[in-house]
C-alpha cells in the first residue's frame, strides 16, 4: 500500500488531487452535532495543502438513496470544513486550494452493484484529478466508486488515517500482546457474531455485555423478560458458548426496568422478570469485567454495555470504559456509538490507544474480510 507520505516525497505542487474522506457526520436540527469526522481528516488535507496540491474533496452523507436530498446536502459540512482549515473550501465546483464535490450518494452509480456503472462514475470523478488518496476509513468496507473503481484508475495512496486505522487492527490481528481481552456490546448480536468466532481463536476472554447478551442468556436458558433478543441467533450462541468454555464472560447482574424510559423503575437482578427488559449490565458485573482486563495487554473495546443514551442505564457503559482507561495496555474503541459513548460520558478520549472512526470496516478487518477499499490501493 502507498502512502500520503510517499506521495509527498514524489512531490504533489501543482498536481489535483482527489480524496476521499468520510465526512458523514451527524446532524440535530439542521446543525452538524458532532464533527469529529471533519476533524480527522484535517491532517491529510494540510499535509497537501502545504505540498502545493490542489486538493478535491469527496463524501457520502447519509443514505439518499441515489438521487439529490437537500436535507443530506454537503454543504453545510463545506463551512465547516472551511472554518477548521481557516480557508474557504469551494462547493460543487472545484477551484482553488479545497473543495468539496456535492454528496456522492446523490448519484446512483456509486454504490451500484454493476461494474460497468461504478466504473462510469469512477470515470467522472478522476477526470477532475491527476492523484487519488483515500482517507475514508469509515468507507474502505464498500465496494463503491468512490472507494474502490477510483484507485485502478490514477495512482493511489492511503491517507494519514487509513495508513494508522489500518496499524492499530495489525496490532490486533498480527501477533497481538496477551493477555488479550475482547469488550463486546451493543445491540445487534448478528452483526457482531462472525467477529466474536474470528476473535475466539485470539483474545483470551471475550467480554459480553450490551443487549446482545440477553440472546445468549436466552441460549442458557435464563429469564430474559421482553430484554433484547435475536430468537434465530440463540442456538448460534449456545454452540459458541460450548466451544468457548471459560473464555466467554457474561454478566452476572443486570439493571431491569419496567419500561424503555429515563423514569422507568429499576431494580439489579440476576435474570429479568416477566414484562421488564435489560437495559444495563449491573454493578457486579462492572466489577467482573474490571478484573478480567485488569492486567490486560491488548484490549479491543466494541459496543455499549448498555444503552447509554439514557442516563439511568450508562453506568454499565461509564464503568466498564473507565476500567479500560486504567488498562496499562494497547486498549483501542472501535464503534460509532462506543466512540459517542466515550464523548457523551466525559471520559478523557486521550486515556485510549485509539479510537476507530470506522465501527463496521474495523469489525470486518477483525474476521479478516477482504475490504475492497483497501484492497484497491494494496494493487
Ligand atoms: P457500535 O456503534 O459501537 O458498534 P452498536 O451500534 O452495536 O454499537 O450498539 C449501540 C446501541 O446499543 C446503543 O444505541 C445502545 O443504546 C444499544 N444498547 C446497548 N445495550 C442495550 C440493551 N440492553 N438493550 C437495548 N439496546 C441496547
Ligand atoms: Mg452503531
Not at 463551512?79 to 472545484?94: D, I
Not at 489500518?166 to 445491540?187: A, C, D, F, M, Q
Amino acid at each position: 500500500m502507498k502512502t500520503l507520505d510517499q506521495l509527498l516525497s514524489e512531490g504533489v505542487r501543482g498536481r489535483r488531487v482527489l480524496l476521499r474522506a468520510d465526512l458523514n457526520v451527524p446532524f440535530k436540527d439542521g446543525e452538524i452535532s458532532d464533527d469529529g469526522r471533519i476533524r480527522t481528516v484535517l491532517p491529510t488535507i494540510n499535509a497537501l495543502r502545504e505540498a502545493g496540491a490542489a486538493v478535491i474533496v469527496m463524501s457520502h452523507l447519509g443514505r439518499p438513496k441515489g438521487k439529490p436530498d437537500p436535507a443530506l446536502s454537503l454543504r453545510p459540512v463545506a463551512e465547516r470544513l472551511g472554518a477548521l482549515l481557516g480557508t474557504p473550501v469551494s462547493f460543487e465546483n472545484p477551484s482553488g486550494e479545497v473543495s468539496l464535490l456535492e454528496n456522492l450518494r446523490f448519484d446512483p452509480r456509486e454504490t451500484s452493484k454493476d461494474d460497468a456503472e461504478r466504473a462510469e462514475f469512477a470515470g467522472e470523478l478522476v477526470a477532475l484529478a491527476d492523484v487519488y488518496v483515500d482517507d475514508a476509513f469509515g468507507a474502505v468496507h464498500r465496494k463503491h466508486a468512490s472507494v474502490y473503481d477510483v484507485a485502478f484508475r490514477r495512482p493511489a495512496y492511503a491517507g494519514y488515517l487509513v495508513v494508522r486505522e489500518v496499524e492499530v487492527l495489525k496490532r490486533l490481528t498480527e501477533n497481538p500482546e496477551h493477555p488479550y481481552v475482547v469488550v463486546l456490546g451493543g445491540s445487534k448480536v448478528s452483526d457482531k457474531l462472525a467477529v466474536i468466532e474470528a476473535l475466539l481463536t485470539k483474545a483470551d476472554k471475550l467480554l459480553i455485555g450490551g443487549g446482545m447478551c440477553f440472546t445468549f442468556f436466552k441460549a442458557q436458558g435464563k429469564q430474559i423478560g421482553s430484554s433484547l433478543l435475536q430468537e434465530e441467533m440463540v442456538e448460534t450462541c449456545a454452540e459458541l458458548l460450548a466451544r468457548a468454555g471459560d473464555r466467554i464472560v457474561l454478566p452476572v447482574d443486570v439493571v431491569a426496568a419496567d419500561k424503555f424510559a429515563a423514569e422507568a423503575e429499576t431494580r439489579v437482578v440476576q435474570e429479568v422478570p416477566e414484562g421488564w427488559l435489560g437495559l444495563d449490565i449491573g454493578p457486579e458485573s462492572v466489577r467482573l469485567f474490571a478484573s478480567k482486563l485488569d492486567g490486560a495487554k491488548t484490549v479491543f473495546w466494541n459496543g455499549p454495555m448498555g444503552v447509554f443514551e439514557i442516563e439511568p442505564f450508562a453506568a454499565g457503559t461509564l464503568g466498564v470504559a473507565e476500567a479500560i482507561t486504567k488498562v496499562d495496555g494497547f486498549t483501542v474503541v472501535g464503534g460509532g456509538d462506543s466512540a459517542a459513548a466515550v464523548r457523551a460520558l466525559g471520559i478523557d478520549d486521550g486515556a485510549f490507544g485509539h479510537i476507530s472512526t470506522g465501527g463496521g470496516a474495523s469489525l470486518e478487518y477483525l474476521e479478516g474480510k477482504v475490504l475492497p477499499g483497501l484492497s484497491a490501493l494494496e494493487k
